[in-house]
């Protein structure tokens, strides 16, 4: 029986886009930002960390995740975090999204343990 290998990588894309679409809001005029803007993006994010956090328990083995993906995830969780604006923004969401940012780091170390190993005699 072969074992499926489960690729997150478009996953992972989606939830780049998302963060980099708030980064991209938060970095606007601050009082241009919509706080309804702020709660959908959010809760794209809720669901696709929820997806990530389900496919990194479920799964017994997953593709190689993109380094460059897991880079740019990493980068954009960064710059939100530090972004000037960001507690002013986010505001009563900041508890919020910072419980979404540990989900997928959580999510992206758990893809890193499951990743078929290679075997070198092969």
Do not use: W
């Amino acid at each position: 029986m072969a074992v499926t290998r489960t690729n997150v990588n478009s996953l992972v894309t989606h939830t780049c886009q998302e963060l980099q679409t708030l980064k991209s809001k938060i970095g606007e005029d601050v009082s241009n930002v919509n706080d309804e803007d702020i709660k959908a993006i959010l809760s794209s994010l809720q669901h696709d960390t929820n997806l990530l956090a389900k496919e990194a328990h479920q799964q017994r083995e997953i593709s190689h995740l993109d380094p460059k993906l897991k880079k740019d995830l990493k980068t954009l969780i960064f710059q939100i975090q530090h972004s000037p604006a960001f507690s002013q923004v986010i505001g009563a969401h900041q508890s919020q999204l910072l419980g979404v940012f540990r989900k997928i780091e959580t999510s992206i170390a758990k893809f890193e343990s499951k990743v078929e190993k290679i075997d070198p005699m092969m």
